[in-house]
C-alpha cells in the first residue's frame, strides 16, 4: 500500500518562501515519480512540478520555473517542494501525488494521471 503525507504549509507573505514535504511509504517502484500538484477554489486541479525518484530528473510547470525546486531524498523516502518569491496567485491547496513506473512509461512525469495522492495542504500567500 502506497501512503503520501504531507507537511509544511501555512500563510506565508508576497516574496516569502515555505516548503512542502511529502513523506511517502511503499514499494519503490509504485511511486516511481513524485510529483506536486495545486488546485484554487474554483479551479482546474494544476501540476506544479516532478521528479524521479531514480535518476532526479526534475520537471516544472512554465508558471513556477524558476522559483520553485523539487527534490527527493530516497533514504527517508520523501519529496520536497521548496517555494520562493511566491505570489498571491500560488495560493492553492497543494497535493503530493505519486505514479507508479508503468504508468509513467505511459504518460511521463507532467501527465495528470498519478495513481496515488496525499491529502492536501494548504498554501496562503497574503500580506
Known amino acids: 500500500q502506497v501512503q503520501l503525507v504531507e507537511s509544511g504549509g501555512g500563510l506565508v507573505q508576497p516574496g516569502g518562501s515555505l516548503r512542502l514535504s511529502c513523506a511517502g511509504s511503499?514499494?519503490?517502484?509504485?511511486?516511481?515519480?513524485m510529483g506536486w500538484f495545486r488546485q484554487a477554489p474554483g479551479k482546474e486541479r494544476e501540476f506544479v512540478a516532478a521528479?524521479?525518484?531514480?535518476?532526479?530528473?526534475?520537471y516544472y510547470s512554465d508558471s513556477v520555473k524558476g522559483r520553485f525546486t523539487i527534490s527527493r531524498d530516497n533514504a527517508k523516502n520523501t519529496a520536497y517542494l521548496e517555494m520562493n518569491s511566491l505570489k498571491p496567485e500560488d495560493s492553492a491547496v497543494y497535493y503530493c501525488?505519486?505514479?507508479?513506473?508503468?504508468?509513467?512509461?505511459?504518460?511521463?512525469?507532467?501527465?495528470?494521471?498519478?495513481?496515488?495522492w496525499g491529502q492536501g495542504i494548504q498554501v496562503t500567500v497574503s500580506s
Open positions: 511503499g514499494p519503490t517502484l509504485s511511486r516511481y515519480v
Open positions: 501525488a505519486t505514479k507508479k513506473f508503468a504508468s509513467n512509461v505511459r504518460d511521463g512525469p507532467t501527465g495528470p494521471n498519478y495513481d496515488y
Open positions: 521528479i524521479t525518484w531514480t535518476d532526479s530528473n526534475t
